[in-house]
């Protein structure tokens, strides 16, 4: 497994590269866990090379503290990566993505003001400009996202229609634990007790079809919301757990009701 630090040892990798394989793009901030490992797996089924970037990228955290406590993995990371085979690791210098300061950024004017766009402002221009920059530089035949984020997804998708890249834009299902919540690298953050009210979260929006009763068990469970809405058939929801936030989504139709256990 390759990895560079450096965006040229990159290109001159890429240059050597038959033209007629294709190349796989998986873009992470690292904290690696079963998600992203399901997005690697789909990329070496469809394409003959991966490549991985681990990039936390501090455009996209309008909170500071948030950024400065993100899980920092690297060494578990890279093993991680070697045991499933990924051919190529990008981990570039903030000063090398951003050699232009920042003053080139993408907007988009709609759809990236809703949800969490609205509790987070700047958050997607700082992803669209990561993920165009990564997509440009990885030269990839197809790119992968996961659809945990499922906003941040279709806003990409929609980005690479809207500046005709080549690259061709492909979701994969949210992996979750056994108890429902979805695997997320901010779950290293949550102590046990934390842990139990993610489980409820997931829990709670994934079993009441009505939006108001979801709210109202989620607010007597003292799980602080940031949104919970839907739009074109899909439920998304955020919430905060001891200051650490939490998303989640699914189509409305997995809405599944069971008994609805109260927390002992
Ligand atoms: P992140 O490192 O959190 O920026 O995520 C990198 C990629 O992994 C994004 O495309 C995420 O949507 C995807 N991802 C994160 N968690 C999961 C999950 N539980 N299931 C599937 N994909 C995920």
């Excluded at 070496?44 to 090379?49: A, G, I, L, R, S």
């Excluded at 990228?57 to 499933?84: A, C, G, V």
């Excluded at 958050?123 to 790119?143: C, E, P, Q, W």
Aim: aromatic share 10%; glycine share 4%.
């Amino acid at each position: 497994m390759k990895i560079c630090q450096e965006i040229d040892d990159w290109k001159a990798i890429k240059e050597t590269l038959p033209k007629d394989k294709t190349l796989g793009v998986v873009m992470t901030m690292g904290a690696l866990h079963s998600g992203h490992a399901s997005l690697i797996k789909q990329s070496q089924k469809d394409n003959d090379y991966t490549l991985v970037s681990i990039f936390i990228n501090p455009t996209q955290f309008n909170d500071k503290k948030d950024f400065d406590h993100y899980p920092n993995t690297w060494e578990s990371d890279i093993q991680l990566l070697k045991s499933l085979n990924v051919d190529f690791v990008l981990s570039p210098h903030k000063e090398a993505l951003y050699h232009d300061n920042y003053h080139y950024q993408i907007n988009e004017k709609h759809f990236s003001h809703i949800l969490c766009g609205r509790a987070r402002p700047g958050h997607f221009d700082g992803v669209l400009t990561i993920v165009m920059k990564l997509l440009l530089i990885s030269g990839a035949t197809r790119a992968y996202f996961g659809e945990k984020d499922y906003q941040q997804y279709q806003l990409i998708k929609k980005m690479a229609e809207a500046f005709f890249v080549p690259t061709k834009i492909i979701s994969c299902p949210t992996v979750r634990e056994k108890t429902g919540l979805a695997l997320s690298s901010r779950n290293l953050r949550l102590n046990n007790q934390a842990k139990e009210k993610a489980i409820r979260f997931a829990h709670i929006i994934q079993t009441h079809h009505c939006l108001t009763d979801a709210i109202t068990q989620l607010e007597k469970e003292n799980i602080q919301i940031d949104y919970l809405e839907e739009h074109n058939q899909r439920r998304y929801a955020a919430v905060f757990i001891d200051g650490i936030r939490l998303i989640d989504n699914f189509p409305i139709s997995e809405i599944h009701m069971t008994q609805d256990k109260e927390p002992s």
